[in-house]
């Protein structure tokens, strides 16, 4: 990417050009931002916890061939996304983004569907890791899983993660950066132990091949285009790095990099992890039928025996609680920003900041909180689950394409950062942006036939209601909402004088 010659300016500077007071500990590096996306994508929590949709909607056919295609195309957003995190470093994202392109109304749009979206994260990844940990404990003690004993232990996981994350940014980005090398030595163990120990493997063409409907839909175009959604929803959460951008050294750099980093290893790594686990099924029928609950456990157990999948199911919760510890992170930095420019009920409440740690702590309440309300119609409804990460790719998927379009919309006039594309920005714009939009259509559409209660895609209702509640409140307190805008002008001033 070719850098453009811009002031030198310190972190704390750019900041305060931007219009923000700096308050949060800047202890972040460039690999520790890396690592904050690279958790959340985290292809052992995403590729796990939704590899049953994947058995069923497409089999092995669509889960492959559709995560070699959906990560090619979220590359295109992360680099789109990334040349305008370069030149809005701050931990609003992409409200903040889409706020000094676009206006206040942009802004405040994106900053409810990108909170849904992170609130969303966190209960899908935390009940995730709670559905793999009840699989544990049934193999290890005999327990049975019951919707309110699942609650209970993502509860506790919830819990876990706000504790994490009250401490400075060090512990976060220290755990981020364990993170990483958990995640590729996760994989390199599961792919080498499920490739090495089976006597029997699945052959090439089964892997890429193998096309299976579960869902009740005839028509095998559309099951096929559903089926990409295991994909999509392991690639979000990139953003993450943007929302660390403020305690993050040379941020404007370090955060751009950090989401396009984060996007290709974890392309590179999910395919080797999802082509491993499916070279190693011994019964498919089986897998998903398991007591366990969990089809990958089965995986495990079939190819390993139950110690040896006991084994890589610990290494795959490690994993899960990683990435939600990362999203948690990163929710508690978007609900600190969205307070500080007065767009949240309390938000002076919720926009404090520990003297002694320098951490948004009442932030981090607040999204381990509402990430339980949102979990809790899995206490009487066996979908809730779909339901949670309908949510969250209902509110992160629109809210990456947003700053995006009024980037492009901008054309000339839009002052890239150090980080930038050059004259490929355009085409790799608006590739990102016609790519959301399909996204965001495949994620409303119903995935299972009949359509009833249990299986109606909730997707929409979540959408509508976040919207309808953001415009509710922009009617009541909209002209609180002021990120600032003017000093952002002042820094345009000064970079072109320096150029």
Known sequence: MSPVHTAELSDEDRLRQLGYEPKLSRRMGEFGNFASSFSVISILSG?????????????????????????????????????????YPTSGGLYFMAHQLGGPRWGWLVGWLNLLGLLG??????????????????????????????????????????????????????????????HIGGVVLIVGALAIVPSHHQEAGWVVGHFVNNTGWSNP????????????YTFSGYDAS??????????????????????????????????????????YDAVLTTATGVPPAQIFIDALGTTGGKVLLVVVIVAQLFCGNAETAASARMVFAFSRDGALPASGLWSRVSER???????????????????????????????????????MTPAYAVPIYLRLRRGRTFRPGPWNLGRRGPLVGWIAVGWVAVVSVLVCLPQSFPVTVDTFNYAPVALLAVLVLAWAWWLKAGRSYAPPVQRSAELVELTEEVV
């Open 47 to 87: 590729c796990m916890t939704m590899f049953a949709f994947g058995l069923n909607t497409g089999g092995p056919a669509v889960m492959f061939w559709g995560w070699i295609s959906v990560g090619a195309m979220v590359l295109f957003v992360g680099l789109a996304l990334a040349e305008v995190t370069s030149a």
């Open 121 to 182: 994260g966190i209960a899908g990844i935390d009940y995730g890791a709670a559905s793999f940990i009840g699989a544990f404990l049934n193999l290890q003690f005999g327990y049975e899983p019951t919707p309110v004993g699942l609650f209970g232990i993502f509860a506790a996981v919830l819990l876990l993660h706000a504790l994490l994350n009250l401490p400075n940014v060090r512990r976060v980005a220290f755990l981020n950066s364990v993170s990483v090398w958990w």
């Open 221 to 232: 175009i559309y099951v096929s285009a559903i089926g990409l959604l295991l994909a999509q």
């Open 242 to 283: 943007a929302h660390m951008a403020e305690e993050t050294t040379k941020a404007a750099v370090s955060a751009p990099r950090g989401i396009v980093r984060s996007i290709w290893v974890s392309w590179i790594a999910g395919a080797v992890l999802l082509a491993g686990m499916l070279f190693a099924v011994q019964d």
């Open 357 to 395: 740690t320098g951490t948004p702590v009442a932030g981090v309440w607040l999204s381990v909180g509402a990430a339980a309300v949102l979990a809790l119609p899995s206490l009487y409804s066996t979908t809730a689950y779909g339901a949670v990460t309908a949510v969250n790719v209902v509110g």
